[in-house]
């Protein structure tokens, strides 16, 4: 069974990039889709964008001129890059497999990483 | 985008309650609607998608219900461990939305 597990600095500096790897086991990453999805501590969740195994990318319009989600098949990992980044941007980052079998939901989810963005 | 409505927020029942958690979508999203459990720490969990299917392992007394804008996830007989936080999140449109959230907590 698939475990996903994202790694990547715990704090970044106001204006600079973030950058996450989600590192995936068990399965193959070019035979689902990925997505980020992102929780401001004590809130809601906010999806970031998908990556598909046809390589088709959709991301979070809110988000789309400053990130980038990108796969790498021969580490079978799965990679996020944040631009700019803010207080705003604070969060605990998740990486989650995505299903299309008709309908289409995110299963499993990673532990998640927390990003703190501060001076 | 399609805005996601979760009501309650926050929601205090006890051990063998049946709690009823609504979610209302801003437009119609046919049955592209998934919930989570999110306990407190952990990362969320699927639990029902396509409106109605219950994911592998998730018990019985789980059940979701709805189509087009209103749908309802429905505990039967609250256990201690499904005080937790629930999510509902629509993937009609490409730009996938959650529900703000509510909280499950023990009264």
């Known amino acids: 069974q698939a475990q996903l597990k994202e790694s990547g600095p715990g704090l970044v500096r106001p204006s600079e990039a973030l950058s996450l790897i989600c590192t995936v086991s068990?399965?193959?990453?070019?035979?689902?889709?990925w997505t980020w999805i992102r929780q401001p501590p004590g809130k809601g969740l906010e999806w970031i964008g998908n990556?598909?195994?046809?390589?088709?990318?959709d991301y979070n319009p809110s988000l789309m001129s400053r990130v980038t989600i990108s796969v790498d098949t021969s580490k079978n990992e799965v990679s996020l890059r944040l631009t700019s980044v803010t207080a705003a941007d604070t969060a605990l980052y998740y990486c989650?497999?995505?299903?299309?079998?008709?309908?289409?939901?995110?299963?499993?989810w990673g532990p998640g990483t927390l990003v703190t963005v501060s001076s | 985008d399609i805005q996601m409505t979760q009501s309650p927020s926050s929601l205090a029942a006890s051990v063998g309650d049946r709690v009823t958690i609504t979610c209302l979508a801003s437009?119609?999203?046919?049955?592209?609607l998934n919930w989570y459990q999110q306990k407190s720490g952990k990362a969320p969990k699927l639990l029902i998608h396509d409106v109605s299917k219950l994911h592998t392992g998730v018990p019985s007394r789980f059940s979701g219900s709805g189509f087009g804008t209103h749908f309802t996830l429905t505990i039967s007989s609250l256990q201690p461990e499904d005080f937790a936080t629930y999510f509902c999140q629509q993937f009609e449109d490409p730009n996938v939305t959650f529900g703000g959230g509510t909280r499950l907590e023990i009264k």
């Open positions: 989650a497999r995505g299903v299309e079998m008709g309908g289409n939901w995110f299963d499993p």
């Open positions: 068990g399965a193959s990453i070019s035979r689902h889709y």
């Open positions: 437009q119609d999203i046919s049955n592209y």
């Open positions: 990556h598909y195994d046809s390589g088709t990318i």
